[in-house]
């Protein structure tokens, strides 16, 4: 039986896009053999590969200003790569800390930049994201950076903050859940495993005057301008999620793009919010104004019956429900593939267990 998965990531898929990558397993194009086994040089798989590419484009909306890449080493390298490819050393980068994963990526940084951090909501406790218009970026900054979205604290920006330096965003778990303007930005990044397709490929979308910089030390494989001139295959790719990312981007064209998703996951995350705002049972301790539409943690008014309600959950059809090992709790993440159903399903499960339990 196929259940509603909440997880953060590696996370639920399109059921469409496995039974079609499932339909084709054993003779993909014609071909005879699996995508997995075809030569990542060979036309039918260049075809997708690049068809993957155009249909990201055109979702986005990217222009011909910008290059699009597919990366191995995760989001986590290019936490690295960034100011690898955009600094000299001795340079100064502007940071926004908002969170576990903006921590992450500023901690990474000092190892090759002088680092400044130009906000930081540690006086909410990470449950807050800066004022709209009091980001800025300071003198002589390569770059700012900041997180669009945090995946374990389920703090979301409301808008795109405006600064003067190249705007760095790490769009890990909201890449593709709105539209977006992309030329309001130097360089968008995000993981594949929330809602491009499965683990394994990092998307980075860079403008090009902001090539032709990188350090000599940058890994081959990292360095923007090398992999942008190999399309992105200066080494083998993870071919198998490269197809099923293309499957993924396939899927969200024929939901309705960018606007559909949009809408379907505001939905989804006023239902979610809605239920925990309506009880005095379950708690959520993010800002209104920074509440994610994309990773909902919450809390039990009773912290002792956290196994019951997750043991519950899971009977219902209902997994990978607890929230990140280094902030417990609860957290339900509600990428573009996770169904309206689901969370129908989920804040159905939450009023049963609280009037057991309450
Ligand atoms: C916002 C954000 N940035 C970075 C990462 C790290 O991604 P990866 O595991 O692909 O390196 C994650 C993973 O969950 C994330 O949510």
Redesign the pocket.
């Given at each position: 039986m196929r259940v509603y998965n909440f997880a953060?990531?590696p996370a639920t898929l399109p059921l469409d896009v496995l039974t079609r990558a499932q339909s084709e397993l054993t003779d993909w194009a014609g071909e005879g053999m699996s995508v997995m086994e075809v030569s990542h040089r060979s036309t039918a798989f260049v075809h997708t590969a690049q068809r993957a590419e155009s249909t990201l484009r055109s979702l986005l909306g990217v222009g011909e200003d910008y290059e699009v890449l597919f990366l191995q080493g995760?989001?986590?390298?290019q936490f690295s790569a960034i100011p690898l490819n955009l600094t000299a050393p001795g340079a100064t980068v502007d940071y926004v800390h908002t969170g576990a994963?903006s921590a992450k990526a500023i901690k990474e940084a000092k190892k090759y930049a002088d680092v400044r951090v130009v906000a930081d909501e540690a006086a909410t406790g990470y449950a807050s994201v800066p004022d709209m218009g009091t980001i800025s970026s300071g003198p002589g900054a390569a770059y700012l950076h900041y997180?669009p979205?945090?995946?374990i604290g389920g703090v979301e920006f409301g808008y795109v903050p405006t600064v003067e330096a190249p705007l760095v965003a790490?769009m890990?778990?909201t890449i593709l859940s709105r539209p977006i303007d992309v030329s309001t930005f130097g360089l968008i990044y995000a993981?594949a495993?929330k809602n491009l397709g499965p683990a394994g490929l990092?998307v980075v979308i860079v403008r090009r005057d902001l090539l032709h910089q990188a350090r000599p030390e940058t890994p081959s494989i990292w360095d923007y301008t090398q992999m942008a001139a190999a399309g992105s295959m200066l080494n083998t790719p993870p071919t198998f999620a490269w197809y099923l990312l293309g499957l993924t981007l396939d899927w969200i064209v024929d939901v309705g793009g960018l606007s559909a998703m949009a809408e379907r996951n505001q939905a989804k995350a006023t239902a979610m919010y809605a239920a925990i705002d309506g009880s005095d049972y379950y708690s959520n301790p993010v800002a209104p104004n920074a509440r994610s539409w994309m990773n909902v943690p919450f809390l039990l008014a009773d912290p002792a019956r956290e196994a019951d309600f997750l043991a519950g959950a899971r009977e219902a059809g209902l997994h990978n429900l607890e929230g990140h090992r280094s902030v417990g709790g609860m957290r339900a993440s509600l990428y573009n593939a996770m169904p309206p159903e689901g969370v129908t399903a989920l804040t159905d499960y939450m009023a049963d267990f609280e009037r057991h339990h309450g």
């Open positions: 953060a990531g995760g989001a986590t390298g994963w997180t979205n945090e995946t790490d890990s778990s993981g495993q990092c």
